[in-house]
């Protein structure tokens, strides 16, 4: 059984800035493709960033330049720092994994967290 946790959700003020963490945890062989996707309400949820098990970064186009996604793959861990942070910001974060939870296997699922919710406002 595989378990996404995250944190670090919050409120700010726009122009704040706010650092999401992502912990997976049991049965995994290896953490492959990991993401941040956000869905605020009324709207279809979207991808915001991802970062391969190598460390290459794709964003979303107004994440450019002012979130950073980054991992640490001896803790199975992905993180989203996001400065100069807008109300339009403002949504339910979600933290995606693709893991192979044996060896011998390159079968990956994919696995999403609970959600961390994340507010701009003044």
């Known amino acids: 059984q595989v378990q996404l946790v995250e944190s670090g959700g919050g409120s700010v003020h726009p122009g704040g800035s706010l650092t999401l963490s992502c912990a997976a945890s049991?049965?995994?062989?290896?953490?492959?493709?990991m993401g941040w996707f956000r869905q605020a309400p009324g709207k279809r949820r979207e991808v915001v960033a991802a970062?391969?098990?190598?460390?290459?970064?794709n964003y979303e186009g107004s994440a450019k330049g002012r979130f950073t996604i980054s991992r640490d793959n001896a803790k199975n861990t992905v993180y989203l720092q996001m400065n100069a942070l807008k109300p339009e910001d403002t949504a339910v974060y979600y933290c995606?994994?693709?893991?192979?939870?044996?060896?011998?296997?390159?079968?990956?699922?994919?696995?999403w967290g609970q959600g961390t919710q994340v507010t701009v406002s003044s």
């Open positions: 970062i391969t098990r190598g460390g290459t970064t």
């Open positions: 995606n994994a693709d893991i192979i939870t044996e060896p011998n296997t390159d079968v990956a699922f994919g696995y």
């Open positions: 049991g049965t995994i062989f290896r953490v492959d493709s």
